[in-house]
């Protein structure tokens, strides 16, 4: 299994975990699929579709990320939110 590559985001400093265009294409594809043929219950529950505009950073809405460094002190296994960054993501397998 391969480790995710935590990311920081350069404008606040929030921890992201990295995944490349495709990979996020693929997640967003997948999950607007499952919306559209959903009933009306589960749409309620989910509410909308995907985007890739949602690939960003959840605390401030950047787009620019460097690698994780033992300083920024992110602590195993807490929950991330995905984010676009082709240069430092690792290529995922898809489940
Ligand atoms: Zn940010």
Redesign the pocket.
């Known amino acids: 299994m391969r480790a995710v590559r935590t990311v920081i985001?350069?404008?606040?400093?929030?921890a992201?975990w990295a995944v490349t265009r495709e990979y996020a294409e693929r997640a967003v594809e997948g999950f607007n699929a499952v919306n559209d043929g959903a009933n009306d219950e589960w749409r309620e529950a989910y509410g909308r579709r995907a985007s890739l505009d949602s690939y960003?950073?959840?605390?401030?809405?950047?787009a620019a990320f460097r690698p994780e460094t033992p300083e920024d002190r992110i602590a195993d296994g807490v929950t991330l939110k995905a984010v676009i960054c082709d240069d430092l993501a690792d290529n995922l397998e898809e489940r």
């Open positions: 985001c350069t404008a606040c400093g929030w992201s960003v950073c959840m605390q401030c809405g950047g």
